[in-house]
C-alpha cells in the first residue's frame, strides 16, 4: 500500500525567508502524481504544486517549488520569500495512475511570522 | 479554473437527524467526484469514490449504510449522512474530476457538520 509521510507537525518562518516541508512517500508503482495542497483556517484545499513522476524537471510555481528526488522517494516543498499568508497547513499527496485516489500525509502546520 | 460548490458549509443538528451534502461541479462534466472525512488536526481520508450512474465505491471500514453516495447527474453527488450520531461530527469535503487521470482533482470549500 502507498504511503505519504510528512515529518514534520509544525514549522515557523519568518516574513520574507525561505523554508522548507518535507514529505516521503512508499510505493512500488512507477507512474504517478505527487501534489502540495495548502489549507488555511478557512479549510478550503488549494493545489499548490503538483509534479508528474516521469518528470525529472523539478516543479515550479512563482515562489514554489519542489525538490523531487524519485529514488529516494522525497518531494519537499520550499517556500521562497514566505508571506504572511501562507501560513496554513501544508498537505503532501501522492496518486498513482491505477488507482486514481489521493493519498495524504498527515500534514505539516505553517506559521509564517511577521 | 473549474469550479466545484459544496452546500451546505455548515450544518448543526440533533442526533439522529440525517443530513444530506450536495457536491456540484459548475462549470465541466464530473465523472468521478469523491468524498473525504477530516477530523480535527488530522489528514483527509477518502471515504468513496462516485462515479456517474454507477454505486459508490467505499474505502475499507467505512459504512456504506451509513453514509449513502449518489451521483445521479454528471454535475452533482450527495452524501447522505443517516441517522447521524455526535461521532459523525466532522468536516466532509468533495472533489471532482472529468475523465480518468485528469489531475488536479477539484475540490469544494468543505461542509463542517457538528451532531448535538
Known amino acids: 500500500a502507498q504511503t505519504v509521510t510528512q515529518s514534520q507537525p509544525e514549522m515557523s518562518v519568518q516574513e520574507a525567508e525561505t523554508v522548507t516541508l518535507s514529505c516521503t512517500y512508499d510505493?512500488?508503482?512507477?507512474?504517478?502524481?505527487l501534489f502540495w495542497y495548502k489549507q488555511p483556517p478557512s479549510r478550503q484545499m488549494i493545489l499548490v504544486i503538483r509534479?508528474?513522476?516521469?518528470?525529472?524537471q523539478n516543479a515550479t510555481e512563482n515562489r514554489f517549488s519542489v525538490n523531487f528526488q524519485k529514488a529516494a522517494k522525497s518531494f519537499s516543498l520550499k517556500i521562497s520569500d514566505s508571506q504572511l499568508g501562507d501560513t496554513a497547513m501544508y498537505f503532501c499527496?501522492?496518486?498513482?495512475?491505477?488507482?486514481?485516489?489521493?493519498?495524504f500525509g498527515t500534514g505539516t502546520r505553517l506559521q509564517v511570522f511577521p | 479554473g473549474a469550479v466545484v460548490s459544496q452546500h451546505p458549509s455548515r450544518v448543526i443538528c440533533k442526533s439522529g437527524t440525517s443530513v444530506k451534502i450536495e457536491c456540484r461541479s459548475l462549470?465541466?462534466?464530473?465523472?468521478?467526484m469523491f468524498w473525504y472525512r477530516q477530523f480535527p488536526k488530522q489528514s483527509l481520508m477518502l471515504m468513496a469514490t462516485?462515479?456517474?450512474?454507477?454505486?459508490?465505491?467505499?474505502e475499507q471500514g467505512v459504512e456504506k449504510d451509513k453514509f449513502l453516495i449518489n451521483h445521479a447527474s454528471l454535475t452533482l453527488s450527495t452524501l447522505t449522512v443517516t441517522s447521524a450520531h455526535p461521532e459523525d461530527s466532522s468536516f466532509y469535503i468533495c472533489s471532482a474530476r472529468h475523465r480518468v487521470g485528469d489531475q488536479p482533482q477539484h475540490f469544494g470549500d468543505g461542509t463542517r457538520l457538528s451532531i448535538l
Open positions: 510505493t512500488s508503482e512507477n507512474n504517478y502524481y
Open positions: 499527496a501522492f496518486m498513482d495512475y491505477n488507482t486514481d485516489k489521493l493519498i
Open positions: 509534479q508528474e513522476a516521469y518528470k525529472q
Open positions: 462516485s462515479n456517474e450512474g454507477s454505486k459508490a465505491t467505499y
Open positions: 462549470d465541466f462534466q464530473a465523472t468521478t
